[in-house]
């Protein structure tokens, strides 16, 4: 009664003070970001571009959401991107052979699910490190998108599934408020549910959590399947756009997702995430890849600044640990 007493009232104020503070430096920075490119390009400060913006950051911040979760909890998921790859073929054949686009919708994010499922069960219960499991996961199941395709795309998407993805809602882009439900969700578990105490609390310290009475394997499970399904459906509103789905698509989307939760505050060492921070962070690579292509800048910088970006969000969570 003791271990458990010490270890959560005394946490959890403090995260989530750490948590609020990061998340507002973060979007000061957003603003910083924001305000430069808007000197810098008469284009970027309008309508357009920036919901242009929102729009093209949304596949990356679900991406990243799921990704956060892993983070919490102690993990990361390096398949998110060949996960959606094959979501994404299965789904199309199966929109394209004529089955009612809600089933193959609900199909594609089953998909998802199963690849989270295997990588989740082999964490979970046959403990196995995070790293080397959903790195194994980034060759299997890109490898398996390639197999069944052939390496060719599949095209034919129905205008009726492009037509939802392309649709807007009182004239916001359908991608940018499916984002937003997504994160509204996320953000009750993480901070009104039992699941994302849970997702902290093995995070922070595996086995204190376990003493205290925490289902770890089974939150670690979780964590994982939810990564997976959303990497599907970050699929469907690419494909939604494309009208075709390549067994190549997501390469490097676990680099991005990585950087948009980084930035967002997620600790690579586990037990400190938020979904508002990644959210940011995911706006924020956005807005550097916009500005930059409107300043003909070459892409191979926009990576750059992505690797330094994670570099320079480690740095300043090992200051805040620290301190």
């Known amino acids: 009664m003791m271990t458990q007493t010490n270890i959560q009232p005394a946490a959890a104020p403090t995260a989530k003070f750490k948590l609020n503070l990061r998340d507002a430096g973060t979007l000061i920075g957003l603003l910083i970001i924001v305000v430069t490119f808007s000197f810098l390009s008469p284009v970027f400060f309008t309508v357009p571009n920036l919901l242009n913006i929102l729009q093209q950051s949304s596949i990356n911040a679900l991406i990243a959401l799921g990704m956060t979760l892993v983070i919490v909890s102690g993990g990361i998921d390096l398949s998110v991107g060949p996960t959606a790859a094959l979501s994404a073929v299965l789904g199309a054949t199966m929109m394209v052979a004529g089955v009612p686009v809600p089933v193959a919708i609900l199909a594609t994010l089953g998909i998802g699910a199963l690849c989270g499922v295997f990588s989740g069960a082999l964490v979970a219960y046959a403990g196995l490190q995070p790293f080397i499991v959903t790195l194994g996961g980034l060759s299997l199941f890109r490898a398996i998108a390639l197999i069944y395709t052939g390496g060719n795309p599949v095209f034919g998407i129905p205008m009726e599934f492009r037509s939802i993805i392309n649709s807007t809602v009182i004239g916001i882009p359908t991608p940018i408020v499916i984002v937003a439900v ?80 980084a930035i967002g505050g997620a600790s690579l060492m586990g037990g400190k995430g938020s979904i508002v921070g990644t959210l940011i962070g995911a706006i924020i690579l956005g807005v550097l890849r916009n500005g930059l292509t409107l300043l003909n800048i070459q892409a191979f910088y926009q990576l750059l600044a992505t690797g330094l970006i994670i570099i320079i969000a480690m740095l300043i969570d090992r200051a805040t640990r620290g301190r």
């Open 182 to 261: 997504v994160a509204l969700v996320l953000w009750l578990v993480m901070n009104k549910t039992p699941l994302g105490e849970y997702i902290l609390a093995v995070g922070g310290n595996e086995e204190a959590a376990r003493v205290a009475g925490v289902p770890v394997k089974r939150t670690k499970m979780t964590v994982f399947i939810i990564s997976g399904t959303l990497a599907s459906l970050a699929s469907l509103i690419l494909i939604g756009r494309l009208g075709a789905a390549e067994p190549t698509i997501g390469n490097l989307w676990e680099l991005d997702a990585i950087a948009a939760a």
